[in-house]
């Protein structure tokens, strides 16, 4: 399964699905450099940052917003 993290609450991260639904994960059950805005993949009890599909989506992101501070 492949979530964003959205943000952090204490020792929770509250991740985000694909249909838009959210569940939390303890801090200790992700890698401790995630960041808001990472896609994780998470197989069984195994939690990964997908770095690939990072970049892919903060770049997505920047050219959605380049255009509204210029």
Known sequence: MRVIVDR?????VVC???DKSTFNLKREQV?????????????????VIDREE?????KQMEELTKDMWE
């Open 8 to 12: 952090f609450e204490e020792d929770l």
């Open 16 to 18: 985000e699905k694909e």
């Open 31 to 47: 890698p401790k450099e995630v960041e808001e805005g990472d896609v994780l993949i998470i197989e069984g009890d195994k939690v």
């Open 54 to 58: 990072t970049q892919k989506r903060k």
